[in-house]
């Protein structure tokens, strides 16, 4: 199982970034497929996940309206568009996965559950 995550970069304030998370070794639309993030001195943070059943997402409050998850199964790669950035979203951004939880609040709360993360991309946002 191999998650490969690309497109960060710097970006000015209020400015917009594509994510892409190719998954190899496995059909990531068999499992739910999340984001995270960790800044430098805080917590891994649960952003979005995308249901392996039904395409559904779900999103934390702090990305709620801004970040959109989609998904092409066609090329195995996950999406996440991410507008209206802020310095506060400054973290390097990891796609995951888990074999058993599905895509819910559960999944992003407890990133200690989940079994498999790519090695993340950078995003800076500056003011």
């Known amino acids: 199982v191999q998650l490969q995550a690309s497109g960060g970069g710097l970006v000015q304030r209020g400015g917009s970034l594509r994510l892409s998370c190719r998954a190899s070794g496995f059909n990531l639309n068999h499992f739910p497929i999340g984001w995270f993030r960790q800044a430098p001195g805080k917590e891994r943070e649960g952003l979005s996940c995308i249901s392996s059943s039904d395409g559904s997402t779900y999103y934390a409050d702090s990305v709620k309206g801004r970040f959109t998850f989609s998904r092409d199964d066609a090329k195995n790669t996950v999406y996440l568009q991410m507008n209206s950035l802020e310095p506060e979203d400054t973290a390097r951004y990891y796609c995951?996965?888990?074999?058993?939880?599905?895509?819910?609040?559960?999944?992003?709360?407890?990133?200690?559950?989940?079994?498999?993360w790519g090695k993340g991309t950078q995003v800076t946002v500056s003011s």
């Open positions: 995951v996965t888990d074999f058993e939880t599905p895509c819910s609040r559960s999944f992003l709360q407890y990133s200690y559950a989940i079994d498999y």
